[in-house]
């Protein structure tokens, strides 16, 4: 019973979430009743609760005591979230928000990887170097070459050892996940460049050049907005 209700309530979450990123409830106005939205989705009061909280811990719903339900405005939504940006993202080209994530990226990554280069350990590197070969190996399957992507990024930020990177490494890897279809060109010259960019990260941690790193990291994330911009110029002339 347990594991069903579960899945009901995963279910729900993503529905109910992809219907506030779609505008089907807009920002700012009061939601239907507990009653209604049961109704509507066909769920029981004891899933929509839980789902309305869930989606209250997303900063999309404010779902304050004695007040009603209300959908938060879009600029209090959670976007450090991997949800969030998904059903957000999955609806159409957002440029504020992806110029957004980009500036995020830029703004840490650089930092976070001249700390990988004066930090990482031997236990690091190998992490790193298991999530490059990937890369490498599978450059024509676009979901295990972006997992792969991710998870050296990921493992840079663990290889920082700040504990607050650390904590927000999921956060990271969520930005990158996001914005991954609107960086990614299917096209061999790109891969190759891809290829080598990341190498060349690597090549500074592993031999503890924090400068290097730092470049490396900040030319990376002006190449993925660069390609961002021709994707999303692409898409607005469509």
Known sequence: MTSIRIKKTDKLAQAFGQDLARGVFKPGTALPTEAELCERYGVSRNV???VIQTLSAK???DAQPYRGLYVMPRDQWNYLDADVLEW???????????????????ALEPLISRWAAQRATASDLAVMEEALNAMKANTENRTV????????HRAIALASHNVVIQQLSDAISALQRAIFDHTYLDEEKHLVITIKEHSDLFDAIRLKDPVEAETQSLDMIERTASRARVK??????V
């Open 232 to 237: 999303l110029d692409s898409a607005e002339s």
């Open 59 to 61: 900063r999309l719903i």
């Open 145 to 152: 070459f972006m997992e792969a992507d991710i998870r050296l």
């Open 48 to 50: 929509m609760r839980e």
């Open 88 to 106: 957000v993202l999955e609806n159409g080209n957002d440029p504020t928000l992806i110029y957004s994530l980009l500036e995020v990226r830029s």
